[in-house]
């Protein structure tokens, strides 16, 4: 059995026996965690060892885990800061910043790593402009140039504790007020603009750095009537033959509001696979999931299939082992250093 085309989520702390059934449909490919799904290491450990022993090969298991706001495990992991922490001491002190930013991203997928997880999706490359407060001090910078420096630093910190990363929310999402979670975003800039701007750090890690790419449900209407995640043109012409991008591409959530505009949810499903995805998300909607697996019960993408198996983390130590190494006690310390202690929960 290949993995699938589908990303689905989980209700509670453990799979339950409909659970079980539904991960083993043909078109499950992978397993998004949250916050609702973990109450401490031991638990997730428990819980993604049964995920990956449920076939074979076994189910990617994702978590957004970025820091600052967006980190869905916090008991027992550190509490990495957001982004824009790096950011701001980027312009004071570069070297430290980017340091810093290797070891933030070590740090985070080491502990992932350390209790299974293979994937967290990140890091965001939006610029800050200010103007999104969805991803507001969850971007590194308002300047290309330093995101991508600061991203690059991090992506090698994931590398090396054995996970591959993932870019979003390309082309970018930095520059729109609306949320794509309650609202269908529209950027009104032409592509040449874009290209000088939000895509830099998208062209310039994409090669080899990036393992995969999550579009924006954002709507630019210059360039396509559709938002990249359902469109040939945004992520055949330009994300892969334009930049060269090889790796895996995830839809976002198709329950978001964003989505909308590529119909119902197993519609989207359908849509973002023939535009170019690999792998499809769908949350927080269990009906809507058996109506997308229904649909795509026969899907099959050869290259997707390679893609995919590539995202499986690597070989890590286990959380004592982890615990107990310098490189960790160290990487805790440094990481403390970008804010106030009493702002930051660590293990």
């Known amino acids: ?8 989520d989980l209700q ?30 031991e638990q997730i450990q428990a819980l993604v060892t049964e995920i990956h022993t449920l076939r074979e090969p076994r189910l990617l298991v994702a978590v957004d ?42 740090l985070m997928a080491a502990e992932l790593r350390a209790v299974g997880v293979d994937l967290s999706l990140a890091p965001v490359l939006d610029l800050g402009r200010g103007l999104s407060e969805v991803i507001g001090d969850r971007a590194f910078h308002r300047l290309p140039d330093t995101v991508t420096r600061l991203a690059q630093a991090w992506i090698e910190g994931m590398h090396r504790a054995g996970m591959a990363a993932t870019g979003k929310h390309f082309p970018g999402h930095g520059s729109v007020a609306a949320d794509s979670h309650v609202d269908i975003p529209r950027d009104e800039r ?4 874009l290209l000088l701007e939000d895509v830099v750090p998208f062209e310039r890690l994409c090669r080899n750095d990036l393992a995969a790419i999550m579009p924006a449900h954002v709507v630019y209407p210059h360039v396509d009537p559709m938002p990249p995640g359902f469109s040939r043109h945004w ?62 019960r026969h899907h099959d993408d050869p290259t997707s299939h390679l893609r995919l198996v590539r995202l499986h983390g690597r070989p890590a130590p286990l959380r004592a082992e982890l615990m107990q190494s310098q490189a960790w006690k160290q990487a805790v310390n440094a990481v403390a250093g970008l804010e106030p202690p009493q702002s930051l929960d660590l293990v």
């Open 1 to 8: 059995m290949s993995l699938g085309p589908v990303m689905l």
């Open 12 to 41: 509670g702390l453990q799979l339950d026996a409909e659970e079980r059934e539904l991960l083993r449909h043909p078109a499950v490919g992978g397993v998004i965690l949250f916050s609702r799904n973990f109450t401490d290491p």
């Open 65 to 106: 885990q970025e820091g600052g706001r967006v980190q869905r495990f916090r008991e027992g992991f550190t509490r990495i800061p957001p982004a824009a922490r790096l950011g701001a001491l980027f312009e004071q002190e570069p070297k430290r910043a980017l340091r810093l930013a290797e070891t933030g991203g070590w």
């Open 190 to 193: 032409r592509l040449e603009e």
């Open 235 to 296: 992520l055949q012409e330009i994300l892969r033959r334009r930049l060269g991008f090889q790796g895996v591409v995830f839809s976002d959530d198709l329950t978001m509001e964003g989505a909308r505009v590529a119909g119902d949810t197993e519609s989207a499903a359908e849509l973002a696979l023939e535009a170019g995805c690999d792998m499809v998300l769908v949350c927080n909607d269990r009906a809507a999931s058996y109506r997308v697996l229904d649909r795509l």
